[in-house]
């Protein structure tokens, strides 16, 4: 059983920064057998994938819009992934949920339905 908090989001003007931490309660197995993933979820649209980093953390991948904007990172010692945004836009406005995946492959993964475990979100707001 895996238990995975978010916090971070806020309120920032366009330009700003944020950083989204996701902390995860572990019963069994250790961080680096899990394969984090950030999706988002904007009022009326369906849930996007934004960024994944595998459980090594040797390996990442980003959705387009968060390319050369966004950093995914994770800190085993303290059983947390992190979403560093830079340079937000309106149009990143959304509830952002961390999702953990328990898997051998330390390769990241992109699809929701990969994921077994899901945050309640943190809500980012970008105002202009």
């Known amino acids: 059983q895996v238990q995975m908090v978010e916090s971070g989001g806020g309120l920032v003007q366009v330009g700003g920064s944020l950083r989204l931490s996701c902390a995860a309660s572990?019963?069994?197995?250790?961080?680096?057998?899990?394969?984090m993933g950030w999706f988002r979820q904007a009022p009326g649209k369906d849930r996007e994938f934004v960024a994944a980093?595998?459980?090594?953390?040797?390996?990442?991948y980003y959705a387009d819009f968060a390319k050369g904007r966004f950093s995914i990172s994770r800190d085993v010692a303290k059983n947390t992934v992190y979403l560093q945004m830079n340079s937000l836009k309106p149009e990143d406005t959304a509830v952002y949920y961390c999702?953990?995946?328990?898997?051998?492959?330390?390769?990241?993964?992109?699809?929701?339905?990969?994921?077994?475990?899901w945050g309640q979100g943190t809500q980012v707001t970008v105002s202009s």
């Open positions: 980093i595998s459980g090594s953390g040797s390996n990442t």
């Open positions: 572990l019963r069994t197995r250790t961080f680096s057998a899990y394969r």
């Open positions: 999702a953990a995946d328990q898997t051998l492959i330390d390769l990241p993964a992109t699809k929701a339905q990969t994921y077994d475990y």
